[in-house]
């Protein structure tokens, strides 16, 4: 009698196993985009329009620390998906990732926020001073990054 009992436990972990594979894969495919890319721009769609990105929502200018903070805060908030910025920042790359960012007066802080490049493996180095024109985008779920093309971006060192 006790093996009866057994098959529903039996079953109630088939279906719970059966609903972690279907979240997994649900995840693993709002990830990818459907697109197996694996350059630096996070699997994102590497056909974008440069007019795309002419009507500039924000734009910060160089030195413009509290400006950036402020707009990196309402990034990371989630709160700028879609809309243009235009950034002229010196860049941080101190592992694989690629940030614009703003120094404070006295250079001890600095704030920013990563950004990829659509269509190119032509990065800049560290510290390098740039401008940036990009869309804000979610890159993985609660991520969100500033998605450009070689077009809008220029090396100014």
């Given amino acids: 009698m006790a093996k009866k009992n057994n098959i529903g436990l039996y079953s109630g972990i088939a279906v719970g196993l059966i609903a972690i594979i279907i979240i997994v894969a649900v995840i693993i495919i709002?990830?990818?985009?459907?697109?197996?890319?694996?350059?630096?721009?996070?699997?994102?769609?590497?056909?974008?329009?440069?007019?795309?990105?002419?009507?500039?929502?924000v734009s910060i200018e160089f030195g413009?620390?509290?400006?950036?903070?402020?707009?990196?805060k309402a990034i990371q908030n989630g709160e700028m998906v879609g809309k243009i910025v235009k950034i002229e920042g010196t860049v941080s790359h101190p592992m694989t990732k690629y940030s614009v960012v703003q120094a404070n007066s006295d250079g001890s802080k600095k704030i920013g926020t990563e950004f990829i490049i659509n269509g190119s493996d032509n990065y800049p180095k560290d510290n390098d001073r740039i401008v940036i024109t990009g869309k804000i985008i979610e890159k993985e779920p609660l991520y969100y990054v500033i998605e450009t093309i070689p077009e809008k971006f220029e090396i100014k060192s």
């Fill in 30 to 57: 709002k990830n990818n985009n459907g697109n197996s890319s694996s350059d630096n721009t996070g699997g994102q769609n590497t056909s974008v329009n440069s007019s795309e990105y002419d009507n500039v929502d």
């Fill in 64 to 72: 413009d620390y509290a400006g950036m903070e402020k707009l990196s």
